[in-house]
């Protein structure tokens, strides 16, 4: 399996400006995107953080607000809940919903008496050594930070690791959209699910689905609908 690694984009477009700032991240790169280790294409920027630290980001992570640093705030935020000082990492974990996704994220990639380790440390997906062992809940929490309402955690690249530079919260479309059984289809200079779309079409996403499926080229599947 390939490694996923970051380019330069061909064509630079990103809906978000170089200068422009997001907390404590200022965006001063743009032309990037991230290539997963199946081939899967996403925009990302390059922005640095007010503590000096630099990174490449999705600019929907600072465009939702999911993103507010290079992860510092949240340690600091952290250090005001006296979450490092805890006995157990956080206070009345097991209460807390961010404990309970990093358990489940620990149980699937590695307890293969859960139900959906095949899909998970079967197919070998793992989790990234500093979100294990002593601590790991602690930097899985700096990193992440808490989980918005509504949202779980995702993975970018569907066959990368839990990691920090892969995963972040979503809803439950937005997984959906990314899940391993989607197909994604490039067109136009642009790279969306068939139920995308087929949402952006305004067509059926059946027929759209069938035309496919039955080898129609893909310009004369979308045109012949429109």
């Not at 061909?10 to 032309?31: C, H, M, Q, S, Y």
């Not at 996704?101 to 307890?111: F, G, W």
Request: proline share 5%.
């Amino acid at each position: 399996m390939a490694k996923p690694y970051i380019r330069r984009k061909v064509v630079p477009e990103n809906p978000v400006a170089v200068g422009a700032r997001f907390t404590r991240l200022v965006v001063i790169e743009d032309g990037w995107e991230h290539v997963g280790s199946t081939g899967r294409v996403a925009d990302v920027l390059k922005v640095r953080c007010d503590c000096g630290v630099e990174k490449f980001i999705r600019p929907s992570a600072l465009t939702r607000g999911t993103t507010l640093s290079c992860g510092c705030l949240h340690k600091e935020q952290a250090a005001k809940l006296c979450i490092s000082r805890s006995t157990h990492g956080d206070s009345g974990r097991n209460r807390a919903p961010e404990y309970s996704v990093y358990r489940t994220m620990l149980s699937r990639c590695y307890n293969p008496k859960v139900s959906k380790f095949a899909d998970y440390g079967g197919r070998g997906i793992a989790v990234c050594e500093r979100w294990r062992g002593k601590g790991g809940y602690e930097r899985f929490l700096a990193d992440m930070g808490r989980r918005p309402p509504g949202m779980s955690i995702e993975r970018n690249d569907g066959e990368g690791p839990y990691s920090p530079d892969n995963c972040r919260w979503a809803t439950a479309v937005e997984q959906a959209n990314n899940r391993r059984s989607s197909r994604f289809i490039s067109y136009a200079g642009r790279r969306l699910s068939i139920t995308q779309w087929a949402r952006e079409l305004g067509v059926n996403r059946a027929t759209l689905g069938d035309r496919i499926a039955r080898g129609w080229p893909i310009e004369k599947a979308f045109t012949a609908l429109m």
